[in-house]
């Protein structure tokens, strides 16, 4: 139930994954129900010891890990694209629910929206 | 559904104007909804989408002006067209009341734009009967 | 028919990672409609597995496309409208 926030883009050299995480957090704020989808390059997400200190970036993983404190019911990643993109349960940050990213995963949920 | 039921949308644009088509898909879909008898909710602009509010945008004369095309939509069709207040700063999208609190030398947001928080977003996806997103290709 | 459970809308050509993720994710009473560059699919004619699949006419037209013979229909704005309306739920990809 709710709404789906779906990230498929990568943590670095993108700004949509972050206003991906904006929308999701706006919505909780206003206690709407709403989960997040990490998919695709977006798993890259997940990944833990990111030090985005040298390009000039904060780490979305802190802002990541504030979902639970926001409100955000559910961190999810599709199992198959951490397969693909090398990303085991050890290398992952804490709260992430691995799920297979499919049609009856969608249909759990009222609304599905991308940011970008 | 009889075809005399009133729906309402809300439409999200996430592509930028000229660089992607975002912009006249979500004008072609929104004209057909208010010639349905439909009504569009707002209009929200996210990310890339806020360049649809720019004043400053300038194609070449023999190019359609999506920015001036949307805005005389909205104002047509008594819409609220709002851009995203942190897309916006981000992008260098401001209307006079963000270029006094920030000291900038100009603002250029287009009328009848305006700019706020994603809580316009939130509330168009609680009340509308379906949000629609146009996002760049 | 059946109502349309999830209504895709697929803008993206069938080279960009979104394209996949969208057809990995559809279920068997779900519609998909092709707009801008999601019309490319249909040049290289390949199935979908759905009843449903739309194309609008005018993004094929302009890429010089047409639908004839495939198993898809093609739709204007006013269709695509009424599918938003007619679906459950709507997911623009």
Redesign the interface.
Known sequence: MG?LIVI?QPAYGT??GR?AL??AF??A??D?PVSLLF???GVSWLRKDQDPAGIDQKSVAKNLAAAPVFGIEAVMADRASCQRLGLDAGDMAAGVTLVD???????QF??????? | MTDTDQHSFTLVITGAPYSSQAPQTALSFARAAVAARHRIDRVFLYGDGVHLASALVTPPSDETHWPNAWARFLTDHKVAGIACIASALRRGLVDEGEQKRYELTASNLLSPFSIAGLGEWVEGTVKSTRTLYFHGG | MNVIHTLHILNKTPEHPRFRECLGMLGPDDALALTENGVLALAGGQPFGLERVYALRTDLSARGLSATGATVQPIDYPDLVELTLEAKRVISW
């Open positions: 709404m498929d700004w949509a206003e904006d929308m706006s919505l704020a206003f709407q998919t695709g390059a990213a499919d049609a009856q995963l969608l249909s009222d609304q599905t929206a991308f940011s970008a």
